[in-house]
């Protein structure tokens, strides 16, 4: 019979579908979010999408801290006596049904009020009425129905957002100058000697005037700032003639039309400042709904349960955590500080540090390091160090983390403008000087009309309009890249660092080989019913990747904690665990993770756990090493080393035991020696490797949970085509290039109408906008070109975003 | 008086107005997101749908 998917969340039902009104659930989770649908008249959710759950999760105590007054100050924007408004950052947040449930969460609580989603952001507004409920309520009652807000340390520091919306300001300042001046300048243009268009003339040009003000005092002020830095660190930026020319159109249209001599060049001036201002706009939109600043604090818990001497259980905020303390974790909760454990099973999971999946087990005494991930019941531990003073926290101390990549990285514009800016006032001294000895009185309108026909708006527009094209169809292709200046870096790239765990490996499954007697056919069958029975990470594993086998009933079954499961079937007595537990005579393996076996007292063989590698690694690393120089950077021992040997190209450099400071400092190193690095890396541990990069790429199985800071993020799926994305952002450069050739040629046929002296405000008012949309229209065909030849790969993921 | 200063009075005023109420819009935050407001729209037929619906139910009680 083929397997019902859940009607809830769309995921396999497996043998054992639950079913409630004729319809299959996975689990009664998902039947529970059914059922308060239900009713509550709010089915439709199930019309809009098929299966748009999320399975709800354990969370018994987990939000306790939001009751303490503290927390719900720094959450919510809005308290008074009786209303809170509080906006929670929903990960799972990701079709039309998502928005539809969310916003109608008044009918599952009439305490609601208003509840407004922010679909890009992946957020909630929930307005509510304090009195009746509380935070902690509206967090449960969305935890119940799949939709758990994230809620970290993060969001305790931000407080209130500012919103930045400037540049949409000065883009619409700049539009209705823009506009307004065309229509009035418009009668002009045609210059006929009417008796009526003589007579408002001054009018109509004091009123341009007038609008252009506003946009040459208030939208244009960036490219004066920015060229008064770039002279004052003696570098000529691409806003130096930028500004230059917008003085001089300025400048002399207000003389122009001071003393009758023309009709000045309003009209071309606002149309520059517009067009600059849209390819600005153009580049600075980004992904809204991905972080890429994140460092410790978006991951670790606000606050963390306190055992005081007494036994009493407090919720403490995690900054107020001092050495000494007794902390309580639960399962999947992240260990804040460096500490001790005391008591429980701890199974911890690090992968948010190393990438590392396989969870470790810790027995009481041993160190517990921050920011691993409890998978099993509930620990208590000894706290040693603080919070910023933990082993994984206190990387963020190191200056990296302060510096910003853009700056001392002279960016391909303003490589040319350097040339260009030179050549353009050379050519403006001659050929005044050459009108000051034929006909003086020209000398100054020539002078002007240079630098007003080469200011370069095309030049200025080329890398905004491709770039942020490129970052658009890179998005489509799932990666994501934090802003224009990195395609840019990307191109320029000649080492190609790879962290192992996660990064190359795949943090889904793992390989185990087996060495050793062959097992007979009762003995496959009692291992693979013992391993079952176990709760262990490793025996969960390994009985994923045996083959299936009839489930039998042990006769007996007993797990050594920390040591290995002895079991009895019938003729079979079979133990599996660590090799001083089976009675290996000669365990020498000490680098691979090993699971022994013997049959009734006689050693039988060994599993060695492999990592993995990605699909399509060998061919990514054989097509990168013609152009880069490859090298793997492991924290982990040299236990792959062999296997690793086997996959890649020879000339690839293997480099074990890193720690995450010594990652950086590699990095540094070769940074000093010329090279230009990419790394690529997925954990915490590789957040200072990441930052000290010249592009730093974090690899994500699900790019809305979880990446370190980086400058950019790949979906996981599409690691393999990594390669093609480098090449495309060479292929970029060169489209930026040609369209420098196209604006040249423009600029070229402007300057012959200023050098002769021609130069009638009409010619600019049409050669000026024309240059600049060509180039927008050039590079966006070339990009588009370029985008259809990145290989797309089928779609994969089980919710596909339907943005 | 010529009727040039009324005509041109008027075309001012009025993009001045669609002035202001473009940053009035920027202002409450109407361009912070683009995407969510345009699916929120296809919702008010179901919202509508369900009082009828409820308001029946009501009735029959």
């Not at chain 1, 043998?15 to 409630?20: E, G, V």
């Not at chain 1, 919070?387 to 990387?395: A, H, I």
């Not at chain 1, 490859?630 to 086997?646: F, H």
């Not at chain 1, 196209?742 to 906008?769: C, D, H, K, R, W």
Request: charged share 20%.
């Amino acid at each position: 019979m083929e397997n019902k998917t859940c009607f809830h969340c769309g995921d396999d039902c497996g043998n054992h579908p639950i079913t409630y009104k004729e319809k299959s659930f996975c689990c009664n989770g998902c039947k529970t979010v059914f059922e308060i649908f239900n009713e509550n008249d709010l089915t439709c959710y199930y019309d809009l999408q098929n299966s748009p759950g999320a399975v709800p999760k354990e969370i018994e105590g987990k939000y306790d801290f939001l009751s303490q007054d503290n927390i719900i100050e720094k959450l919510t924007e809005f308290r008074s006596d009786s209303i809170e408004i509080a906006t929670l950052y929903i990960p799972h947040i990701h079709c039309s049904s998502c928005i539809w449930v969310l916003e109608n969460l008044k009918k599952l609580d009439t305490n609601i009020s208003d509840s407004q989603v922010n679909f890009g952001k992946k957020t909630v507004r929930v307005t509510y009425n304090s009195e009746a409920t509380s935070l902690k309520a509206v967090v449960l009652l969305l935890s119940t129905i799949g939709y758990e807000p994230y809620i970290s340390l993060d969001d305790f520091k931000s407080g209130e957002k500012h919103i930045n919306r400037t540049l949409i300001y000065k883009l619409g300042v700049a539009a209705f100058g823009f506009g307004n001046i065309m229509f009035l300048s418009f009668p002009e243009y045609f210059e006929v000697n009417e008796f009526w268009l003589e007579q408002y003339k001054p009018m109509f040009r004091w009123l341009m005037f007038a609008m252009s003000l506003p946009i040459v005092f208030y939208s244009a002020q960036d490219y004066f700032i920015s060229a008064y830095k770039g002279l004052k660190a003696k570098l000529l930026n691409i806003d130096v003639p930028i500004a230059l020319g917008v003085t001089v159109l300025f400048v002399r249209s207000t003389i122009e039309i001071t003393f009758d001599i023309g009709s000045g060049f309003f009209d071309s001036l606002a149309g520059l400042i517009f067009f600059l201002l849209t390819g600005k706009f153009f580049q600075q939109k980004t992904y809204q709904f991905l972080s890429f600043e994140r460092d410790y604090k978006s991951y670790f818990p606000i606050a963390i349960t306190k055992i005081d001497k007494d036994g009493n259980e407090n919720s403490i905020q995690v900054y107020d955590i001092e050495k000494g303390d007794r902390i309580l974790i639960r399962n999947e909760e992240l260990i804040p500080v460096d500490g001790i454990l005391i008591n429980g099973k701890a199974k911890i999971d690090y992968s948010f540090v190393t990438g590392e999946s396989q969870a470790i087990s810790k027995q009481s005494g041993d160190k517990l390091f921050a920011g691993g991930k409890q998978t099993s019941g509930v620990i208590e531990m000894e706290a040693i160090k603080s919070v910023e003073q933990s082993y994984l926290t206190q990387l963020w101390s190191n200056d990296v983390f302060n510096k910003n990549k853009e700056e001392g990285f002279t960016n391909i514009t303003n490589t040319i403008s350097k040339h260009f800016t030179v050549s353009i006032i050379t050519i403006a001294i001659i050929a005044t000087t050459f009108w000051l000895f034929v006909d003086p009185s020209k000398a100054m309108n020539v002078f002007t009309a240079v630098l007003i026909i080469a200011c370069p708006c095309a030049i200025a527009l080329s890398a905004p309009f491709t770039f942020g094209n490129m970052l658009r169809l890179f998005g489509k292709q799932k990666f994501y890249v934090k802003n224009a200046s990195v395609i840019e870096q990307l191109a320029q790239i000649n080492t190609v660092i790879f962290d192992k765990t996660g990064t190359i490996t795949s943090n889904k499954q793992s390989n185990a080989e087996y060495d050793g007697d062959i097992l007979s056919e009762s003995e496959n069958l009692v291992l693979k019913n013992s391993l079952r029975g176990s709760n262990h990470p490793l025996s969960r594993t390994l009985y994923n990747i045996l083959q299936e086998n009839n489930i039998i009933t042990l006769d007996a079954f007993e797990e050594h904690i920390g040591q290995g499961i002895e079991v009895k079937h019938e003729a079979v007595n079979m133990k599996i665990g660590s090799a001083s537990f089976v009675g290996n005579p000669n365990s020498n393996s000490v680098l691979n993770t090993t699971v022994h076996v013997s049959s009734n007292n006689v050693y039988k063989g060994k599993f060695t756990f492999y990592n993995s590698y990605r699909k399509g690694v060998s061919k990514l690393f054989n097509q990168l090493k013609q152009h880069f120089d490859l090298v793997i950077l492991s924290g982990d021992n040299a236990g792959e080393q062999d296997n690793l040997k086997k996959l890649l190209p020879a000339k690839t450099k293997l480099i074990f035991n890193q720690k995450p400071e010594d990652k950086l400092d590699f990095i540094k190193y070769h940074q000093s020696e010329g090279a230009k690095v990419l790394m690529i890396g997925d954990g915490l541990n590789d957040a200072g490797a990441l930052a000290q990069s010249d592009v730093g790429i974090a690899i994500s199985e699900d790019v809305n949970v979880f990446s370190p800071a980086c400058d950019a993020i790949l979906d996981a799926s599409r690691f393999k085509q990594l390669y093609t994305f480098i090449m495309a952002s060479k292929s970029a450069i060169k489209i930026i290039k040609w369209s420098f050739v196209l604006s040249f040629f423009y600029n070229v046929i402007g300057l012959y109408f200023a050098v002769t002296g021609q130069l009638e405000p009409v010619v600019a008012a049409i050669l000026m906008p024309l240059s600049s949309i060509s180039i927008v229209v050039f590079t966006t065909i070339a990009t588009n070109i370029l985008g259809k030849k990145i290989p797309s790969i089928a779609n994969t993921t089980r919710h596909p975003n339907k943005v | 008086m010529s009727v040039i200063y009324i005509l041109l009075s008027v075309s001012v005023v009025v993009g001045v107005t669609f002035f202001v109420i473009f940053i009035v819009a920027v202002r409450s935050g109407q361009y912070d997101d683009d995407y969510t407001p345009s699916v929120r729209m296809l919702f008010e037929d179901e919202l509508v749908k369900e009082k009828t619906d409820t308001s029946k139910q009501t009735k029959t009680d």
